[in-house]
């Protein structure tokens, strides 16, 4: 087969179009022989007409992979919800309706996105964390499938991937706010988009940047990579340390919780569910306890290391687990963990960039600090909110308070602990390359002998 390009001139307002020349050799007898300049059948095909009947249609594509995937990503999590709300209608009795029942899974998934709902008397806008982070990792993956469906490796295709699936995942949201108003549930729909949009928005620009590889990470220059990466790091260690210090105080406070389980009879493992999906809160808060602000459970309160004033509190779980009293003198340890932790990681990012200079270190270690207090600031702003009215009516830490000091906390330890460990790597680098200045015996190459230039003389000759 021959494939030869076939150009036509043409005129100011023809077109140029590609050709393949098809070549198809046969086996033919001399009476059969094709005329001369022949030797086989040959036929012209219109690549660009080919093309274009092979190539899918890209818009068709975009709007059935993000309807595809932006379903999916609203069945896989709404289904838990609707399969734990039917169990509990059923232990609880099987009262009320069904369009109840499908409108507390409704609310229940609303929350996870940061809508505040009215369930009768009681105003709740904590979202349950848990479920916030299930429903940005599935709006992540349906932005990058999307982006993946249509082949997209640049910011259009990231554009129109998120877009599109905001759209249709915005009309959900909206959608379900004015469904599950209903019986004891009241959701607004301009406070439901409000609160809605912003998590949609960035978790779908996140899932598609990713796939088509046109993060800005991928731009930055070294030390902005390794001070973010640092920055996220550290807070993500201090969230550890939260989590941990919520379970000691489940466990300390165990036979309360048990007690508070049990005034629910049948009906604890609903409340424990309920729980669990707030134990990301608890830690948020309890690292906030340990940066130094606290967190209020009720107006008017404060729990902090060295000060501890409550109210009554309802006969939850999570409320039985909180401290009642300051740390003891033995405890106060916990009151420089962050500081701490920052100046290890502080050691690492010098340890681990020998190839930047001190103005580049300290640069990236203040943007670690500022990037572990911004995520501190903002889970605490995500966390915080109200459960209720009146004295139910402020849960949660300041994210103002918490970002601020966990700032300068982060700052001293981050950038003096790479600071030090600067000079003493610096030290050390010297010490080393003196050890293989004295240790090294330099053997000059021997010159190039008389002989070994004859070819080159006779070559010129």
Request: some cysteine.
């Amino acid at each position: 087969m021959e494939r030869r390009p076939n150009r036509r001139p043409g005129g100011a307002g023809s077109a140029q179009r590609d050709t393949v020349r098809i070549t198809v050799p046969e086996e033919r007898s001399a009476v059969d022989a094709p005329p001369r300049g022949r030797t086989a059948d040959t036929e012209v095909v219109d690549t660009a007409a080919y093309a274009k009947r092979a190539k899918p249609k890209r818009p068709r594509a975009l709007l059935a992979s993000a309807l595809a995937t932006t379903v999916w990503a609203v069945t896989v999590v709404v289904t838990p919800i609707l399969v734990a709300v039917i169990l509990g209608w059923w232990q609880a009795g099987a009262e009320g309706s069904v369009a109840t029942v499908a409108a507390a899974a409704g609310v229940a998934w609303l929350a996870g996105h940061g809508v505040p709902v009215d369930i009768g008397p009681m105003h709740l806008s904590v979202a349950p964390l848990a479920l916030t982070v299930l429903v940005c990792w599935r709006l992540a993956k349906a932005a990058a499938g999307t982006t993946r469906a249509i082949g997209g490796r640049d910011a259009a295709a990231v554009r129109a991937a998120a877009g599109l699936i905001t759209i249709l995942y915005t009309g959900l949201v909206a959608g379900a706010a004015a469904l599950c108003t209903t019986g004891p549930f009241t959701v607004e729909i301009l406070p439901a988009l409000l609160h809605a949009v912003p998590l949609v928005i960035a978790a779908t620009a996140f899932g598609a940047a990713r796939e088509a590889g046109v993060l800005p990470w991928d731009t930055a220059s070294v030390w902005m990579r390794r001070g973010l990466r640092t920055g996220m790091i550290t807070a993500g260690a201090l969230l550890a340390c939260g989590a941990a210090a919520t379970g000691v105080a489940f466990a300390v406070r165990g036979p309360v919780v048990a007690d508070t389980l049990a005034l629910y009879g049948s009906e604890s493992w609903i409340v424990a569910l309920l729980s669990l999906v707030y134990l990301p809160n608890c830690a948020v808060w309890a690292a906030a306890y340990i940066t130094g602000p606290g967190f209020a459970v009720g107006a008017g309160t404060a729990v902090q290391t060295s000060m501890v004033e409550l109210g009554p509190l309802p006969a939850f779980p999570v409320f039985a687990a909180v401290p009642n009293a300051p740390l003891p003198d033995y405890a106060t340890i916990l009151i420089g963990l962050p500081l701490m932790l920052a100046a290890v990681f502080g050691v690492i990012l010098t340890y681990r960039s020998p190839d930047l200079r001190v103005p580049r270190v300290t640069t990236a270690a203040t943007v670690a600090a500022a990037t572990a207090a911004a995520v501190l600031g903002l889970l605490a702003y995500l966390s915080r909110g109200a459960a209720g009215v009146d004295l139910m009516a402020d849960l949660g830490p300041d994210p103002l308070a918490v970002a601020g000091i966990a700032a300068v906390q982060f700052l001293i330890g981050l950038a003096g602990a790479a600071l030090i460990a600067r000079l003493f790597a610096v030290h050390r680098r010297a010490a080393e390359a003196e050890l293989v200045r004295r240790d090294t015996v330099v053997i000059p190459e021997p010159a190039p002998s008389r002989d070994d230039a004859l070819p080159y003389s006779r070559d010129l000759t």
